[in-house]
């Protein structure tokens, strides 16, 4: 593919989980723009450096906890996690978003992915709680924290603005104890 990356975060049985990074700018921008039109009008990454260069200074100056899910057969860039927002403290509390790979949609990659970036959230950094805010008619951003366990907490009308437009969105969230049970980790 474009590279070896750096060390991995975690690794499961069909995917890995590591760190954005400069290396990894051509496969992402590849990747986003092939992608462009399924995310749309859900969310709407970085499909050129110079905004992948603002989304690594975010990463980097620990405003936003990013992770690649790349394919552990050949190392394939097959989707992106990120916790926005984190706030630490008496908190502990993120609000989750992701996209993937169009080409590679309904894999089951993301699946796994995410459940990763879950355990890494809970199990290493001490989170309490993670959200999903949710567009309502992105039916496969729903089914996809409903098979994780996440609950639905409500609706925000204009939640969040997106391509300069405020959008509703569905609230929902799986608490640490929730996910380590689930995941047999407690």
Known sequence: MFGRRRKDIARGDRV?????????????IAMTQTSKDYHRP????????????????????????????GRNEDDRLVGVVNINDVIMGGFRSGSLG???DIELAGSGYMTQG????????????NLNRLESNI?????????L????????EGFS???LQIDEIWRDHERWAILAEEWLAASGQT
């Not at 995410?114 to 950094?125: E, I, K, Q, W």
């Not at 567009?135 to 089914?143: T, V």
Request: hydrophobic content about 45%.
């Open 16 to 28: 890995h989980l590591f760190a954005p990074n400069r290396d990894s700018g051509a496969e992402f």
């Open 42 to 69: 859900w969310v709407y990454p970085a499909t050129d450096m110079r905004r992948y260069r603002l989304y690594l200074d975010r990463v980097n100056n620990g405003r936003t906890f990013g992770f690649f899910v």
């Open 98 to 100: 992701y996209y993937a």
């Open 114 to 125: 995410l459940a990763l970036v879950l355990d890494h959230a809970f199990a290493v950094l």
């Open 135 to 143: 567009q309502p008619a992105n039916a496969a951003s729903i089914a």
């Open 145 to 152: 924290v409903r098979k994780l366990g996440f609950r639905k």
């Open 157 to 159: 009308p204009k939640f």
